[in-house]
T-cell receptor
Framework: DAGVIQSPRHEVTEMGQEVTLRCKPI?????LFWYRQTMMRGLELLIY????????DSGMPEDRFSAKMPNASFSTLKIQPSEPRDSAVYFC???????????????FGPGTRLTVL | GNSVTQMEGPVTLSEEAFLTINCTYT??????LFWYVQYPGEGLQLLLK?????DKGSNKGFEATYRKETTSFHLEKGSVQVSDSAVYFC??????????????FGRGTSLIVHP
């Protein structure tokens, strides 16, 4: 398996622009997570999905942030409009889930480094 | 609520030195405990885990023992290599908490190993 795939790997944009980050989870995984990592705040959970349904979005910082999972193999995180304080590395992770004796290990993608000027 | 506390870094060691990174936790129930490692420019990856008291997780020469009495899960390695330079995250998943599938991560501890 190719692992969790994220695109783009780097994004530089100007304040006020819309940014869309993309994630393809590992096939067969039931859970998908979006995280943000900064030096100041560490690793923050933004939102997670179970079987394509958003379960907890309490970590989404503002209404400017939205996430969707239209099917089991694709998710997006959108920031509109973007601001300089959104600059961070955004990670997507997927997990099989514990059903059927599987594991709760999280598998992270390589991240998208976002810079908002 | 749940929390994970790690020693602040960076931890700087010479090659072949002994490593300990401390991790303590607070949880409502009986959590599973994890160590993840993040190499430069990459995402986190699981290093080891333990699911019950006195379990020892081990991988790549790293070990950590689930100590329920001290609520700790310290990471150790007998002889570090330059290639171990990375950020190490302690984490827990507490099945007793609401939102029980959400893991709680520590802030991470940076390890720098010099030749």
């Amino acid at each position: 398996d190719a692992g969790v795939i994220q695109s783009p790997r780097h994004e530089v944009t100007e304040m006020g622009q819309e940014v869309t980050l993309r994630c393809k989870p590992i096939s067969g995984h039931d859970y998908l997570f979006w995280y943000r990592q900064t030096m100041m705040r560490g690793l923050e959970l933004l939102i997670y999905f179970n079987n394509n349904v958003p379960i907890d979005d309490s970590g989404m910082p503002e209404d400017r942030f939205s996430a969707k999972m239209p099917n089991a193999s694709f998710s997006t995180l959108k920031i509109q409009p973007s601001e300089p304080r959104d600059s961070a590395v955004y990670f997507c992770a997927s997990s099989p889930g514990l059903a059927g004796g599987r594991t709760d290990t999280q598998y992270f993608g390589p991240g998208t480094r976002l810079t908002v000027l | 609520g749940n929390s994970v506390t790690q020693m602040e870094g960076p931890v700087t060691l010479s090659e072949e030195a002994f490593l300990t990174i401390n991790c303590t936790y607070t949880a409502t129930g009986y959590p599973s405990l994890f160590w993840y490692v993040q190499y430069p420019g990459e995402g986190l990856q699981l290093l080891l885990k333990a699911t019950k008291a006195d379990d020892k997780g081990s991988n790549k020469g790293f070990e950590a023992t689930y100590r329920k009495e001290t609520t700790s899960f310290h990471l150790e390695k007998g002889s570090v290599q330059v290639s171990d330079s990375a950020v190490y995250f302690c984490a827990l998943r507490d099945p007793a908490s609401g939102g029980s599938y959400i893991p709680t991560f520590g802030r991470g501890t940076s390890l720098i190993v010099h030749p």
